[in-house]
């Protein structure tokens, strides 16, 4: 079974910055995209943004030029640098996957990934 590793979680205060890695070393085929997803207690899982294998990027709106997703393609490793962060911003951090010669196709749509890692803690204070 395909399984992603996160790690780089953590707590902050407002304004502060982290940076969340995964390891997708398990996704094998040449075509894919990967994608960092949150789910905040209560609330369903939403998508944060993503990159495929060749470097394009979709972020959501709420992300507004804070975060940014980058990828090491050589070591199959995936980043997420979260600067002025926001209480609201506070979560369980998932990264995902999805492999397949259509994936560079898929969005932000959870439902549309099918490698997940077991997710990363983000708190956020005032």
């Known amino acids: 079974q395909v399984q992603l590793v996160e790690s780089g979680g953590g707590s902050v205060q407002a304004g502060g910055s982290l940076r969340l890695s995964c390891d997708y070393s398990?996704?094998?085929?040449?075509?894919?995209?990967v994608g960092w997803f949150r789910q905040a207690l209560g609330k369903e899982r939403e998508g944060v943004g993503k990159?495929?294998?060749?470097?394009?990027?979709k972020y959501a709106d709420f992300v507004k030029g804070r975060f940014t997703v980058s990828r090491d393609h050589a070591k199959k490793t995936l980043y997420l640098q979260m600067n002025s962060l926001l209480p609201e911003d506070t979560a369980l951090y998932y990264c995902?996957?999805?492999?397949?010669?259509?994936?560079?196709?898929?969005?932000?749509?959870?439902?549309?990934?099918?490698?997940w890692g077991q997710g990363t803690q983000v708190t956020v204070s005032s």
């Open positions: 995902a996957a999805v492999q397949g010669l259509w994936s560079r196709s898929i969005g932000l749509d959870p439902n549309e990934y099918n490698y």
């Open positions: 398990r996704i094998t085929y040449f075509r894919y995209s």
């Open positions: 990159i495929d294998d060749i470097g394009a990027t």
